[in-house]
């Protein structure tokens, strides 16, 4: 896989705002600790970032309102090194904010909710896929999807990406995810909690989340990735193998775009030309790496070599006389 890019699709972009206090006092004023934090988010679009990072083309597809949001969203795109097409549209865009509080270790999310993704704004970005997918390009459609949405929107996109001899990876979730399973992409990544709403009953360990992949793999899906709560480790289901990757420590940053570094850092490997446990390890690192960071931040491979000292992979396949391997929470 040395050929290709990386083409990612946004439906639901976000203008992510990382704030820190030291403490939250709901119902008082709150001044921020230290640096604010302004992203162009969705997980398509961070995957697109990341893998620019790691110096691997990439393409990103974004469906964007002409709010004032939309163009401050605009103007953080413009600051990117690879090339974006922004398809418009009618309704506004999403702005989360994130609000890290260093007393007590935590961080609060406050979502916000845009509109679009009407049939008239899914066929546009599908007329779009069709001009700049080549064959063997991976597709990555990430995220939710926006309010006027069709559940099917990622399918569809998924038959052309398909058609196009491009790879699809799908990383969403609810009834987009059960939808778009239909068209069997080569590879689906979930984090635990996304599997067990998915699966409808409860993913606890490595060992259920090794469970999981298998049955996903068994309904025709290439390969699975699925990611703990804590991100303290991961599971690669690929054909014939069961990959585990642990790390050593994790934090001190926000939940942001950690999974979506994941992603990029094990698809880059891969169209490096890695073996897969190269590539999983590669994307291990660049999760720590974003773990350990605030806001949407990611890692060049100078930066990430330091964090691979800090991943564990093995191959289960070739371990699995031994029960701790797979029996530890996730």
């Not at 398809?87 to 509109?115: K, L, N």
């Not at 990430?304 to 396949?317: A, D, F, S």
């Amino acid at each position: 896989m040395k050929n290709g890019k990386i083409v990612t699709v946004t439906l639901h972009p976000s203008l992510d705002k990382t704030l820190i206090v030291h403490h939250l006092n709901i119902g008082y004023h709150n001044r921020v600790a230290d640096t604010t934090h302004l992203d162009a988010s969705g997980r398509g679009m961070n995957v697109s970032r990341a893998a620019a990072r790691l110096g691997v083309p990439t393409h990103a597809v974004v469906l964007l309102g002409g709010d004032a949001v939309g163009h401050a969203y605009r103007g953080l795109m413009g600051e990117e090194s690879f090339p974006a097409t922004i398809i418009g549209q009618d309704g506004q865009t999403r702005s989360d904010t994130i609000i890290v509080h260093r007393g007590s270790e935590g961080e609060t999310h406050i979502i916000d909710e845009g509109a679009g993704g009407t049939p008239e704004d899914i066929e546009r970005v599908a007329a779009k896929l069709k001009e700049i997918i080549l064959p063997d390009d991976m597709v990555v459609l990430a995220g939710l999807l926006p309010r006027d949405a069709s559940p099917d929107a990622f399918m569809l996109l998924e038959n052309v990406a398909h058609e196009a001899g491009a790879h699809v990876t799908l990383m969403t979730a609810s009834e987009a995810l059960s939808r778009a399973l239909k068209a069997t992409p080569e590879l689906v990544v979930l984090t635990r909690l996304e599997a067990e709403s998915l699966f409808n009953y409860p993913v606890r360990t490595d060992a259920d989340m090794i469970s999981g992949g298998h049955k996903l793999r068994e309904q025709g899906t290439g390969r699975v990735i699925i990611v703990a709560d804590d991100f303290s480790s991961a599971v690669l289901i690929d054909e014939g193998e069961t990959w585990l990757a642990e790390i050593d420590e994790t934090g001190p940053g926000t939940d942001s775009g950690v999974v979506d570094a994941l992603l990029a850092g094990y698809l880059a490997g891969l169209m490096q030309g890695h073996a897969p446990e190269v590539a999983f390890r590669l994307g291990a690192a660049a999760m720590n790496f974003a773990d350990s960071q605030i806001g949407n931040e990611f890692g060049t491979l100078e930066q990430l070599h330091q964090y691979e000292r800090r991943v564990h992979v093995r191959n289960l396949e070739a371990h699995n006389s031994d029960p701790s391997l797979t029996q530890r929470g996730a």
